[in-house]
């Protein structure tokens, strides 16, 4: 079974620039997470995702983060712009509907801004 | 606020050593608990959850202590490839399957 799959893996980019990240989930999972895991911190949740619908976006910053999952599948997350502190991974995961389903993480893109 | 804290680390024992890591919680209404385990530049990776009961899978036993909101993880016989950086989680209670992570633990086995 594939499993959570996301883009670009690395990215560099310039302060006030800004940059999207692309995550598809395992099929057939409705629910989809954005974290962002600074380096030596566990993983933060910015925005949670039931199938189209945003359930939990309390800590997103939405002054210059945004998240979409239009169909209810694939995710993009975006900054604009983006700020030095923003350098982080950023991670995708999916699970089953459902408190205390397993979720699964992509494998993160990391995003430096100089 | 919503907190999980767990031991600063890191730990370095050598191989065959028994390590234990120690995690507490913030929210006595937290009502799910798990070790994911995270390799270096990787993604977090379940590990095992955490039962009231305590559970063992392997080598690997975990505890929870709902009265002292502490959780744990033993791992006995370590191996090199025990290597990684061990993330306490706990559910975030009243939203919908979130999951609030500590800071984790690194773990080095040495030969």
């Known amino acids: 079974e594939a499993g959570v799959a996301q883009s670009p893996r690395y990215k560099i980019i310039e302060k006030r620039q800004s940059v999207a990240f692309w995550c598809n989930p395992i099929s057939g999972h409705a629910t989809l997470y954005w974290y962002q895991q600074i380096l030596g911190q566990g993983p933060k949740l910015l925005i949670q995702?039931?199938?189209?619908?945003?359930?939990?976006d309390s800590q997103l910053p939405k002054d210059r983060f945004s998240a979409e999952r239009l169909k209810g599948v694939d995710s993009t997350l975006k900054i604009q712009p983006a700020k030095l502190e923003d350098s982080a991974v950023y991670l995708c995961?999916?699970?089953?509907?459902?408190?205390?389903?397993?979720?699964?993480f992509g494998p993160g893109t990391r995003l430096l801004v100089l | 606020r919503k907190e999980v804290e767990q031991d600063p680390g890191p730990f370095n024992v050598p191989e065959g050593a028994t390590v234990a890591f120690n995690c507490t919680y913030s929210n006595s209404a937290s009502q799910s608990f798990f070790w994911y385990r995270q390799d270096c530049r990787k993604e977090p990776k379940l590990l095992m959850s955490v039962y009231s009961s305590g559970n063992e899978d392997g080598r690997f036993t975990a505890q929870l202590n709902r009265a002292s909101q502490y959780i744990s993880l033993l791992i006995r016989d370590s191996k090199l490839s025990d290597s990684a950086t061990y993330l306490c989680?706990?559910?975030?209670?009243?939203?919908?399957?979130?999951?609030?992570f500590g800071k984790g633990t690194k773990l080095s086995v040495k030969p």
């Open positions: 989680v706990v559910n975030d209670p009243g939203s919908q399957g979130n999951l609030i």
């Open positions: 995702f039931q199938n189209n619908g945003v359930v939990d």
């Open positions: 995961a999916s699970s089953l509907p459902g408190a205390g389903e397993t979720q699964y």
